[in-house]
C-alpha cells in the first residue's frame, strides 16, 4: 500500500518510516504542512497519516483541503492533543481515526490496514464468513458448520466487530471503541475477558481455531494456519 | 464627575423652579384676563345693536352694582362715555387687543391691572379689566421662597455628594487595598461586603467568588506539582532501574530484551497514569469543553455492565444493573460520564469486595430526582469511614486500605471533577454495609464552561 506520512519530529517520522516499511508499505514522508499538502492533493495513496502540529501549515488544515477538494482517502491523524474535543475536531475536520502520542506502533499499523481496507457502505455485506464459521448480521444468528451458536448480544458484537475485519489485526482499543463507543483506556483487561469468552463458544470445540491473539497487537480471526 | 453631577443638578432644578414660578404667576393673572374677556364677549355681543348711550348705561349699571370689573368706554371720537377710570390707560392703545396697565384709584393709590379692548361696531372702544394686585404680590412674595428653595436644594446636594463620594471613595479605596493584597501573594484574603446590596457589593461578591476560584486552582497546582514528584517519579525510577540492571545482566542480550519489555510495559503504565493526571487535572480547571450530547442514561449503564460483567465473574464477582425504568434522558459528555461509571466500577473490583463471605455484588444504578440523574455504583465491601469521605475525593489519595493494591488513586478525583463539569456532585454514603457512589448530574443542561 501506498502511505503518505506528514510529520515533523524526525524520530517518530524515522520511526513511522521503517515500521511501515517493514510492514510491506511503500512510504513517502513529508516534514512539514506545506510540503505535504501537496503531496497529499496530488493523490495515489491509500492511506495518509498526519500529524496535528506541523509548520507551515497544520494538519487539520491540510485534512479540510483534501475534503474540499472531493478527495476520499482516509486520514489517521497523530497527535500529542488527546483531550477528549481534540479528536472530535479532528474527526470533524474530515480525519477518519485518531491516535494520540505516545502510542505503540502495533495499534498503529492495525488502524492503518483497517482504514485502508475500509469498504464503501454499499458493499456491506449481511453475512459475514470466516471457515465455516458465518455471522448473519440480519438474523443475528452464528453457525459454524452444521451448529448454530448463542452468543450473548456482547459476544455477537464483538464477534461481528472482529468478523468485519476479517484478516486484519484489531487492536483492543479498536474493539473498544467499535463496540462500546468508549475511547479511555480501562486499568483492567477487559477486552481479553471477553475474547476468552468469545473463543470458549467458537473455537473450542471445533479442530480449526480461527480466533488468534497476536501477541503485543490485539486479536485476529482469520481461517488457515495461524 | 460629582463636580458635573451637581451642576446638572443644580441646572435642573434652577429651571424646575423656575418653570413652577412662571406657572403660578401666570396662573393667578390669566383667572383675572379670563374674566375679563368673558365679560367683555358679553357686552361687545350685542354692540352693533346697541347705541353707545345705553352701553353706557349698562356699564354705569354694573359698576354701581359693586363687581370687580374696571370699565371704560369711549364713543368713536375716543370721547369718554362710562368708566370707573380716570383716563384710558396710557399703556394699551386706542384699538382691539389688552395687556397689562396701571391706574390710580380714588384714595391715589396705584395699582395694576390687565385688561382687554375691543372696538364695535359704531366705532366705539370698550375696556374691561380687573385688578391683579394680589397676584402680584404674590408673585413677589413666592419669587423669594422659590430662590430659598432652590438654595436650600442645592446646599442639601452638595453636602449629599460630597458625603456619598467620600463613602464610595472609601469603599473603592477598600477594595484596592485588599487586591493589592492579594496580589502580594495573600490568596486568602477576601474583599469586604458591606451588607446594602447593592450594585459595590455584587461586585464585591462576584470579585470574591472569583477568588475562592483561584485560590483552589493555586492549591491544586501546588498540590499537582507535590504530587508528580511521587507518583510520576516513582515509576521513572523503577524504569530507569530496569534499564540499568539489564544492561549490567551478565547474560547479554536475552536479559536485554527481557529489560526492554519489562521498561516497554513500565512505561505504558506511567503514560496511563500521566494522561489520568492529565485528564483530570484539565477537568478539575474547567479547561476541557466537551460537546454534550442528548443520553440514555439506562442504555450508559447496560454498557458498562456488559462491559465489566465477565471481568467481575473472573474475580468471583457479579456486576448487575439495577434499572427501574425504561429510559432517562440525560445531557451529558458521554466519554466522560463513562468513564467515570467505569472507574466507580473498577473501584468497586478492587476495593469493594466484602471481606468475610457474603454476596460480592456491585449493583449500577439509575435515578431520576427533580431535574438530575443520580448514577450509583454499590458495593458490598468495607466501605469508606465518613472521616475519609472527602479526603478520597483527592487525587493521588489512596486510603490505607487500599495502598497495596496497585492503581493511580486518580479514579474518585476524576469521578468528582466529572461531576463538577457537569455543574453537578458526587456524594459518598454508607450502603450499609459497604460503599454507595453518586454520580448526581443535572439532567438538562451544560457544563461550567459552557462546555
Redesign the interface.
Known amino acids: 500500500m501506498r502511505v503518505l506520512v506528514i510529520e515533523d519530529d524526525l524520530d517518530v517520522a524515522a520511526f513511522l518510516v521503517k515500521g511501515l516499511g517493514e510492514a510491506g508499505h511503500a512510504v513517502d514522508l513529508a516534514s512539514d504542512g506545506a510540503v505535504g499538502e501537496e503531496r497529499a492533493l496530488s493523490g495515489g495513496y491509500d492511506v495518509m497519516i498526519v500529524d496535528r502540529m506541523l509548520p507551515r501549515k497544520d494538519g487539520l488544515s491540510i485534512i479540510t483541503s483534501l475534503r474540499a477538494s472531493g478527495d476520499k482517502t482516509p486520514v489517521l491523524i497523530l497527535s500529542a492533543l488527546?483531550?477528549?474535543?481534540d479528536r472530535?475536531k479532528g474527526l470533524r475536520a474530515g480525519g477518519d481515526d485518531y491516535l494520540t502520542k505516545?502510542f505503540?506502533f502495533a495499534e498503529l499499523l492495525a488502524r492503518v490496514d483497517a482504514l485502508a481496507r475500509r469498504r464503501a457502505p454499499e458493499e456491506s455485506d449481511t453475512r459475514y464468513v470466516v471457515g465455516d464459521l458465518v455471522l448473519d448480521r440480519l438474523a443475528r444468528r452464528v453457525t459454524r458448520g452444521k451448529e448454530v451458536l448463542s452468543l450473548q448480544?456482547?459476544e455477537f458484537r464483538l464477534l461481528e466487530y472482529l468478523m468485519k475485519h476479517a484478516g486484519q489485526v484489531v487492536t483492543r482499543t479498536m474493539l473498544l471503541e467499535g463496540v462500546?463507543?468508549?475511547?479511555?483506556?480501562?486499568?483492567?483487561?477487559?477486552i481479553d475477558?471477553?475474547i476468552s469468552?468469545l473463543r470458549a463458544k467458537i473455537d473450542k470445540d471445533f479442530d480449526v481455531q480461527l480466533l488468534h491473539t497476536v501477541r503485543g497487537a490485539g486479536y485476529v480471526i482469520r481461517d488457515g494456519d495461524a | 464627575m460629582p463636580l458635573v453631577t451637581l451642576s446638572v443638578f443644580v441646572i435642573v432644578s434652577a429651571l424646575l423652579v423656575g418653570a413652577l414660578y412662571w406657572q403660578a404667576t401666570r396662573a393667578l393673572t390669566r383667572l383675572a384676563l379670563e374674566q375679563s374677556e368673558s365679560e367683555l364677549r358679553e357686552l361687545a355681543a350685542d354692540s352693533g345693536l346697541i347705541p353707545v348711550d345705553i352701553l353706557a348705561n349698562l356699564i354705569e349699571r354694573r359698576i354701581e352694582s359693586g363687581g370687580m370689573g374696571l370699565y371704560f368706554l369711549v364713543d368713536a371720537n375716543g370721547k369718554k362715555q362710562a368708566g370707573n377710570l380716570n383716563q384710558w390707560p396710557p399703556e394699551l392703545e386706542l384699538r382691539t387687543g389688552g395687556g397689562f396697565f396701571s391706574y390710580e384709584s380714588a384714595d391715589g393709590v396705584r395699582h395694576i391691572a390687565v385688561g382687554v379692548a375691543e372696538v364695535l361696531g359704531g366705532g366705539a372702544i370698550v375696556l374691561v379689566g380687573r385688578n391683579v394686585d394680589a397676584a402680584q404680590l404674590l408673585a413677589s412674595s413666592l419669587w423669594w421662597w422659590f430662590l430659598a428653595a432652590l438654595g436650600v436644594m442645592s446646599v442639601i446636594g452638595v453636602a449629599a455628594m460630597l458625603i456619598g463620594h467620600r463613602a464610595l471613595l472609601g469603599r473603592v479605596e477598600t477594595m484596592r487595598a485588599t487586591s493589592s493584597a492579594i496580589m502580594a501573594g495573600d490568596l486568602t484574603k477576601r474583599i469586604p461586603v458591606s451588607g446594602s446590596g447593592d450594585e459595590l457589593d455584587a461586585l464585591a461578591s462576584s470579585l470574591n467568588t472569583m477568588l475562592a476560584r483561584i485560590e483552589q486552582l493555586m492549591g491544586g497546582l501546588q498540590e499537582v506539582s507535590d504530587n508528580i514528584a511521587h507518583d510520576l517519579k516513582t515509576p521513572l525510577a523503577r524504569i530507569r532501574s530496569s534499564v540499568e540492571a539489564a544492561l549490567r545482566d551478565p547474560r547479554g542480550a536475552p536479559a536485554h530484551r527481557e529489560g526492554l519489555e519489562r521498561t516497554l510495559e513500565e512505561a505504558?503504565e506511567l503514560?496511563?497514569t500521566f494522561?489520568a493526571l492529565l485528564?483530570v487535572a484539565?477537568l478539575e480547571a474547567g479547561a476541557?469543553?466537551?460537546?454534550v450530547e442528548a443520553l440514555d442514561a439506562v442504555a450508559l449503564v447496560d454498557?458498562v455492565v456488559?462491559?465489566?460483567?465477565?471481568?467481575a465473574e473472573?474475580v468471583g464477582c457479579r456486576v448487575v444493573a439495577d434499572l427501574q425504568t425504561t429510559a432517562v434522558p440525560l445531557v451529558a459528555?458521554?466519554?466522560?460520564v463513562?468513564?467515570a461509571l467505569?472507574n466507580l466500577v473498577?473501584n468497586a473490583?478492587k476495593y469493594g469486595r466484602p471481606q468475610s463471605g457474603g454476596s460480592a455484588e456491585i449493583s449500577v444504578s439509575v435515578a431520576a430526582r427533580s431535574g438530575s440523574v443520580v448514577l450509583a455504583v454499590a458495593d458490598r465491601g468495607p466501605g469508606i469511614p465518613p472521616a475519609s469521605r472527602e479526603r478520597a475525593l483527592k487525587r493521588f489519595v489512596r486510603l490505607e486500605a487500599s495502598r497495596s493494591q496497585p492503581?493511580t488513586g486518580l479514579g474518585l478525583s476524576l469521578v468528582a471533577a466529572v461531576a463538577r463539569l457537569h455543574g453537578g456532585t458526587v456524594e459518598l454514603a454508607d450502603n450499609q454495609p459497604g460503599l454507595i457512589v453518586r454520580l448526581v448530574l443535572p439532567a438538562g443542561v451544560a457544563t461550567q464552561a459552557d462546555i
Open positions: 488527546g483531550a477528549v474535543d472530535v505516545p505503540a448480544p456482547r462500546w463507543d468508549y475511547h479511555f483506556d480501562p486499568q483492567t483487561n477487559v475477558v471477553h469468552r | 505504558d503514560i496511563k494522561n485528564l484539565r476541557v469543553e466537551g460537546s454498557d456488559e462491559l465489566y460483567g465477565p471481568v473472573d459528555n458521554r466519554q466522560l463513562m468513564q467505569i473498577e473490583l492503581g
